[in-house]
């Protein structure tokens, strides 16, 4: 079973499956594959990305505004966030051609986005911020801005991740 394979759920003997707990080492090596993965792949997918799909984007996180957490917690924001984030880096991945990257990859972020889901909402206007401006890099076709800004982004939802875990 695929659920249990990813280390989702667990199975016990006469008495079916759990939902697994997810702790912060499964959260921090799932960021250090996605650290070692997504920074080169931005850099990558900057020469190979159309500018339109980015552009509809950045459009759509430019749209979302800029909330905080003292606004209160918006679940239709969250999920909308959260279906921008996924479609960004799906994007990104898809752009290299490798299947099997993006399946490993959709694991990582399954975990990071349990993690995001169990805890406080992240910082939506620092977030918005972080995809907005990887955004703007791969449409400049900028491979060393779009890796590096990948990077920060990665690393400071690792820290928003971590408090929420």
């Known amino acids: 079973m695929r659920l249990e394979a990813e280390g989702l759920v667990k199975?016990?003997?006469?008495?079916?499956m759990v939902v697994a707990e997810l702790s912060l080492r499964d959260v921090m090596e799932s960021f250090q594959i996605r650290q070692f993965i997504e920074p080169?792949?931005?850099a990558e997918a900057a020469k190979k990305l159309?500018?339109?799909p980015l552009r509809e984007l950045l459009e759509q996180f430019e749209a979302m505004g800029e909330p905080t957490l003292a606004e209160g917690h918006d679940d239709?924001?969250?999920a909308r966030h959260n279906q921008l984030d996924t479609k960004m880096h799906d994007l990104i991945l898809a752009a290299l051609?490798?299947?099997r990257l993006m399946d490993l990859m959709d694991n990582m972020r399954s975990i990071c986005r349990r993690a995001r889901n169990l805890g406080t909402p992240i910082r939506f206007a620092e977030s918005r911020e972080e995809h907005i401006a990887i955004l703007?890099?791969?449409?400049a076709g900028d491979s060393?801005?779009?890796r590096q800004t990948m990077n920060t982004h990665l690393e400071n939802t690792r820290h928003r991740l971590i408090l929420a875990v």
Do not use: T
Not at 11 to 16: A, I, Q, V, W
Not at 136 to 139: G, I, M, T
């Open 136 to 139: 703007k890099a791969l449409l």
């Open 144 to 146: 060393e801005l779009a």
């Open 40 to 42: 080169p792949a931005a």
């Open 76 to 78: 239709e924001l969250f």
């Open 97 to 99: 051609g490798n299947r």
């Open 11 to 16: 199975r016990y003997p006469k008495m079916g």
């Open 50 to 52: 159309r500018p339109e």
